[in-house]
Each structure stands twice: as C-alpha cells, then as structure tokens.
C-alpha cells in the first residue's frame, strides 16, 4: 500500500458553487470521497489537502516525503499560472505527481495557457471535470505498481 496526497488549491473549496458551468457541479468534498474509495479498492490510502494559501500548500508538499507519501496529484488552482515557488517544492521533494485541472485550460483565456507544472509532471490531465481527478488515482496506482 502506498500514500497519495491529492492537493487542491485557491478556490477549489468552492466546486459546487463557483462558476458551475466551468468546473462542474461536484464539491470537493465529492471528488476526494470518491478518489479515496478508489485509491483504496487499488490497495493504497489517499490524503487530501486544500488551501487558499500559497505558503501552506509548499509547507504541506515539503512534509510529504517524510510522511511517506509516493505519489501526488495536483490542482494548482490559479497558481498554476503564477507559482514559481510551488513548482520549486515539488521539485525539491522529488515525488512524481500528475497536474489536473477541471476545465480545459487551453480552451480559456490566454493566461490560462501556461503551467508552471506540465513539464515537470509525470502527465497532466485537463478539461475531463471531476472525472479527472479519479483518472489521476488509477494513473497514479498504474504509476507505482511499474515503480
């Protein structure tokens, strides 16, 4: 059995009711409910973590690797777009992650087009909503059973 960490950033608290028709009607809460049962019927433990905070998400992925976590799966929010800092704990921790996003971020506006993750994640997986993150726990778990 191995530990995942799914990390959500700014806003994600408010899936359900923030801009439904971009990011669908499920809450968070939702989404990680489902990824954990996943994560457990594939024999590994799913955490979950959100903040609207930049400096908490780094301090929660520098804690990861001692907290034995092997794999990550990460939806900067609208850091995506901005975060050197995150980019540079994940990079620091060393721990393969995969990037979703809810919507289609190529298909919106132009600022949204650039990731400071997609080159240094293992995939990314955008526009599919909240079926994304459940794609992501099955990638994950295929990830690790070849490692």
């Not at 190529?106 to 459940?134: K, M, N, Q, T």
């Amino acid at each position: 059995m191995a530990r995942l960490l799914l990390l959500n950033g700014p806003n994600l608290n408010l899936l359900g009711v923030r801009e439904p028709e971009v990011y669908g009607r499920d809450t968070l809460t939702d989404i990680v409910a489902r990824c954990a049962a996943l994560a457990a019927s594939l024999g590994h433990r799913l955490d979950a973590f959100q903040s609207n905070a930049e400096h908490e998400l780094i301090e929660r992925v520098q804690r990861a690797r001692a907290e034995d976590i092997r794999f990550l799966i990460v939806n900067p929010g609208g850091l995506t777009h901005s975060s050197v800092a995150l980019r540079d704990a994940l990079l620091a921790v060393a721990l393969p992650f995969i990037e979703v996003h809810l919507s289609n971020t190529a298909a919106r506006e132009p600022f949204r087009r650039h990731s400071y993750f997609s080159d240094i994640a293992v995939g990314s997986i955008v526009g599919l909503g909240a079926l994304g993150y459940e794609l992501a726990v099955r990638a994950a778990a295929a990830q690790l059973s070849r490692s």
